[in-house]
């Protein structure tokens, strides 16, 4: 599929979607160079439009998301064009995810100094917190093949607020925070590549697609979540290491896998 180009200032109309006035926004810690296009004003019903043009996506070549701000502020990072020069989505074919997770996870253990294999004295507090799994990272979860209804996903969707619309040209949802040099996970990895690897896997296993981009936080749709507890365990020791909290501020695997059943939404956020 090849990839769009972006749209140029002003209002746009793909297929039969219609967008107010928007404007291009740029690489601004980069070459300057745009990197989306993106609505000035909130949509309304944004989870029907983002469907509808996710639809569109092999005719257009360009990902719709749903733009968040930093504390209430929707400039940042869109308008004062926060963003790193681009990276080719194309790096990302030479991560593996779960290697990405595995370092993370060890990661994770070092900094609450319970990553010394050798230490026969394991915190307790660590433990609780990756619970009930070991220091050795759990491996990817299977794929889950039973997806939530459609009339489920467009409950959650239509339930959405008022949003802005951004468009970024890429061939898949997992590509576009590196194709827009997205920097909110400066404090975790050196770029968004890593992360567009996980969510690549994510896309393949569970149908998770990027939905929602803001500063330093994402939010992913998911079409096929895990079902049960035992399923839902072996996703959130993934999420555990991929960011610093999940949901409503969860970072340890028993609470994250207790929000994960059938949950058609998935929200990251880094510090």
């Known amino acids: 599929m090849d990839i769009g180009n972006l749209p140029d200032d002003g209002e746009l109309q793909l297929g039969l979607v219609r967008l107010p006035a928007g404007r291009r926004i740029v690489a601004g810690y980069g070459s300057g160079q745009p990197v989306a296009w993106a609505t000035t004003q909130p949509v309304a019903e944004p989870g029907s439009v983002w469907a509808a043009l996710s639809g569109a996506h092999q005719e257009t070549g360009l990902v719709p998301i749903l733009l968040d701000g930093l504390d209430g502020d929707p400039k940042r990072p869109w308008d004062d064009g926060e963003f790193e020069e681009p990276a080719e989505a194309a790096l990302v074919d030479r991560l593996d995810a779960a290697v990405v997770l595995a370092d993370d996870w060890a990661d994770a253990l070092e900094q609450l100094g319970d990553g010394d294999a050798d230490d026969e004295a394991d915190d307790s507090e660590a433990r609780a917190l990756r619970a009930p799994f070991t220091r050795q990272f759990p491996g990817l979860a299977p794929a889950q093949e039973t997806a ?31 194709s827009i040099g997205w920097g909110g996970v400066a404090n975790w990895h050196d770029s968004s590549l890593p992360i567009a690897a996980v969510l690549r896997s994510w896309e393949e296993r569970f149908g998770a697609r990027l939905l929602e981009v803001g500063f330093a936080q994402i939010r992913l749709v998911v079409e096929r979540p895990p079902a049960t507890l035992d399923q839902a365990r072996r996703v959130a020791a993934e999420q555990y290491a991929f960011c610093d909290e999940c949901g409503d501020g969860l970072a340890d695997v028993p609470r994250i896998a207790a929000g994960l059943v059938g949950a058609p939404l998935w929200s990251f956020w880094w510090d």
Do not use: F, K
């Open 148 to 178: 939530l209804s459609p009339v489920r996903l467009h409950e959650v969707l239509s339930g959405l607020p008022p949003a802005r619309i951004g468009l970024v040209p890429a061939r898949r949802p997992a590509d576009v925070l590196p």
